[in-house]
Nanobody, 123 residues
């Protein structure tokens, strides 16, 4: 049974930083790409970053490029999202999900999802 567990959310002031973690159980990071998605209140879920399983290539949405960094630790089965210079529009529930191996860092076909972690950006 593949499970993903997010952690690291919370309240942060505009301009601040947070690091999210996504720990994967029941499989390894060699088998799946891992993506981070966010959903603002009343909005649709959007993909904001992804890291491939094979060559660690990464993709970012334009809205977070230059501010967010995705990385992984295979030994810990964990993918991280370092978020800097946070803005109020970055607030929402952040989810991690698997992406099929064949699609690399596009993170397509998301078979497994975590339950999400809430980010609030407010002064």
């Amino acid at each position: 049974q593949v499970q993903l567990v997010e952690s690291g959310g919370g309240l942060v002031q505009p301009g601040g930083s947070l690091t999210l973690s996504c720990t994967v159980f029941g499989t390894t990071l060699d088998a799946y790409a891992i993506g981070w998605f966010r959903q603002a209140a009343g909005g649709q879920r959007e993909k904001i970053s992804c890291i491939s399983s094979s060559d660690d290539s990464t993709v970012y949405a334009d809205s977070v490029k230059g501010r967010f960094t995705i990385s992984k630790d295979n030994a810990k089965h964990t993918v991280y999202l370092q978020m800097n210079s946070l803005k109020p529009e970055d607030a929402g529930v952040y989810y991690c999900a698997t992406g099929r191996f064949r699609y690399g860092a596009r993170c397509l076909v998301n078979d497994y999802w975590g339950r999400g972690t809430q980010i609030t950006v407010s002064s």
